[in-house]
């Protein structure tokens, strides 16, 4: 089936750094990725989706500038954390249509300290 | 967008008693309504999906319907095991074109033994 390989699997990086975590899509082109947010204990929340060769589609209240999503290839896409703060820690993950449904990285568990 | 609401958020069962967690949702245009099961720190795992065009749909001890004139919809697990404890979401599609998934709050099941 088709599969999400998602990195890194967890970080731990000091506030004001940047930190990017990369989905790609192991078998399948992925045209369309999707990010999502998991604070402990809630849903996960659409951040944006990105389309390969054209710029992301934020939801409201997600900061393009904080959160830059770049999906140059069929096959990769990434999320940079920029200047990161204690608020920004959260469990990132990241989504792909192919062919039937959805299917999703093994996500990202980001600790700012 | 897609609101989904989800109920309970949390639900003790005893062992082989059956569970049942319950969506709404508000755009009468979606048509993909998948669940998914994920446990601690994973990703979510899908374990039943229905479409716009059936009414139920069944997967060995797991059911999922649908009342699209209501909009909403339904899993059922019957014979309930221990490790069926995890969270559950349910999510629905939105039909702007940019294929999103909106989840559902979540719901803990909990199968005491």
């Known amino acids: 089936g088709a599969v999400v390989s998602q990195h890194p699997s967890w970080v731990i990086c000091k506030s004001g750094t940047s930190v990017k975590i990369e989905c790609r899509s192991l078998?399948?082109?992925?045209?369309?990725m999707f990010w999502y947010r998991q604070f402990p204990k809630q849903s996960l929340m659409l951040m944006a989706t990105?389309?390969?060769?054209?710029?992301?589609?934020?939801e409201q209240g997600v900061e393009k500038d904080k959160f830059l999503i770049n999906h140059a290839s069929l096959t990769l896409s990434t999320l940079t954390v920029t200047s990161a703060h204690p608020e920004d820690s959260s469990f990132y993950i990241c989504?792909?249509?192919?062919?039937?449904?959805?299917?999703f990285g093994s996500g990202t568990r980001l600790t700012v300290v | 967008g897609e609101n989904v609401e989800q109920h309970p958020s949390t639900l003790s069962v005893q062992e082989g008693d059956s569970a049942v967690i319950k969506c709404t949702y508000s755009d009468s245009a979606s048509n993909y309504f998948p669940w998914y099961k994920q446990e601690l720190g994973k990703r979510p795992q899908l374990i039943i999906d229905i479409r716009s065009n059936v009414g139920e749909k069944k997967d060995q001890r797991i059911a999922v319907t649908l009342n699209k004139t209501a909009k909403h919809f339904s899993l059922h697990i019957t014979e309930t095991q221990p490790e069926d404890s995890a969270v559950y979401f349910c999510a629905a599609d939105d039909q702007t074109g940019a294929n999103n998934l909106f989840f559902g709050t979540g719901t803990r099941l909990t199968v005491i033994p």
């Open positions: 990105s389309n390969e060769g054209s710029k992301a589609t934020y």
């Open positions: 989504s792909a249509l192919a062919g039937y449904g959805y299917t």
């Open positions: 078998d399948f082109q992925a045209t369309t």
